[in-house]
């Protein structure tokens, strides 16, 4: 028998191309940034409502331009590239994550798995 497991589905904000805040529904903040419909060139994406960050010893994750296993005190973070892509890097914190060489001036970073 196999049996559907449901996704972890949660609720993020963005702003879009016309300056306005929009809301949508996504199964983690990587598909968020990358399927939000109009998203703004400098927006980030912000989780409203959900917990869709899986915590474990060792998470697999695959994202847009990365697939790996993240393990012990490092997690995934994605941020806008000088290329304007959504891009991650495993790093041990958000300030490490910032240190990224080719991270768009303006871009954050956002936690993608752990």
Do not use: C, W
């Amino acid at each position: 028998m196999v049996m559907a497991v449901p996704a972890l589905a949660a609720t993020y904000q963005y702003v879009d191309t016309s300056g306005s805040l929009r809301t949508m529904t996504a199964d983690n903040s990587a598909q968020a940034l990358a399927t939000a419909p109009n998203i703004a060139v400098h927006s980030g994406v912000m989780l409203v409502t959900g917990s869709p960050i899986v915590t474990n010893t060792t998470t697999t994750y695959t994202g847009t331009t990365y697939t790996g296993t993240v393990s012990g005190d490092n997690e995934a973070y994605g941020y806008i590239n000088t290329s304007g892509n959504f891009v991650t890097v495993v790093a041990k914190s958000p300030a490490e994550a910032m240190l990224a060489s080719d991270k768009a001036t303006h871009s954050g970073v956002i936690l993608v798995a752990r």
